[in-house]
Nanobody, 117 residues
């Protein structure tokens, strides 16, 4: 079964950029769709972006469209989230997930992103 480890979070000023990475163990990574979610304290988990196993299809939450880009490198078992024009409201713990369609059944431990104003 696949295990996921996120990295790349940190503290950044508003308007800045960060790139998150999620490395998956196991040889079945390329069989899974991948996604990023986030959760801020006191708020529900929010969908950020997803990418199909082939990398040919992506989807984004309304709040990040035009600012975030999801990509994957199946040779490296890695999915990325490039985040630009960051806003304080982007502050959250970011989690990657593996699944099929919208059935996300593997989750990472999360990486914290904090955007200062």
């Amino acid at each position: 079964q696949v295990q996921l480890v996120e990295s790349g979070g940190g503290l950044v000023q508003a308007g800045g950029s960060l790139r998150l990475s999620c490395v998956a163990s196991g040889r079945t990574f390329m069989n899974y769709d991948m996604a990023w979610f986030r959760q801020a304290p006191g708020k529900e988990r929010e969908f950020v972006a997803q990418i199909a196993w082939s990398g040919k299809s992506t989807d984004y939450g309304d709040s990040v469209k035009g600012r975030f880009t999801i990509s994957r490198d199946n040779a490296k078992n890695t999915v990325y989230l490039e985040m630009n024009s960051l806003k304080p409201e982007d502050t959250a713990a970011y989690y990657c997930a593996a699944g099929l369609g919208t059935n996300w059944f593997r989750w990472g431990q999360g990486t914290q992103v904090t955007v200062s104003s």
